[in-house]
Nanobody, 120 residues
Framework: QVDLVESGGGLVQAGGSLRLSCAASGSFASIKTMAWYRQAPGKQRELVAVIPSGGTTNYAASVKGRFTISRDNAKNTVYLQMNSLKPEDTATYLC??????????????WGQGTQVTVSS
């Protein structure tokens, strides 16, 4: 079992910045891909940014150039630096992680979500 605990959400004015964090804890051999998704009321969940354990990051077109995903493997933590925030970035942001067990199986986990609200 892996727990993902997010933090860093809040209310910010348009043009402002926020930094989200998500720490993974529990029983696992390693964390593979980590990502941030978001879901606004009445809309489908969408991928914001993804960072594999040793590969290239990818971003949704709507956030490219404004958001930066990074990770600290020693802390099993993923970050999302969000700059130049827009009202349309308002959503619940959810952390996602793939965890590799000692027996070689991969499981997917989700955090509870952290609210980001951008006022105009």
């Amino acid at each position: 079992q892996v727990d993902l605990v997010e933090s860093g959400g809040g209310l910010v004015q348009a043009g402002g910045s926020l930094r989200l964090s998500c720490a993974a804890s529990g029983s696992f051999a390693s964390i593979k891909t980590m990502a941030w998704y978001r879901q606004a009321p009445g809309k489908q969940r969408e991928l914001v940014a993804v960072i594999p354990s040793g590969g290239t990051t990818n971003y949704a077109a709507s956030v490219k150039g404004r958001f930066t995903i990074s990770r600290d493997n020693a802390k099993n933590t993923v970050y999302l630096q969000m700059n130049s925030l827009k009202p349309e970035d308002t959503a619940t942001y959810l952390c996602y992680a793939q965890a590799l067990t000692g027996s070689g199986f991969t499981f997917q986990y989700w955090g509870q979500g952290t609210q980001v609200t951008v006022s105009s």
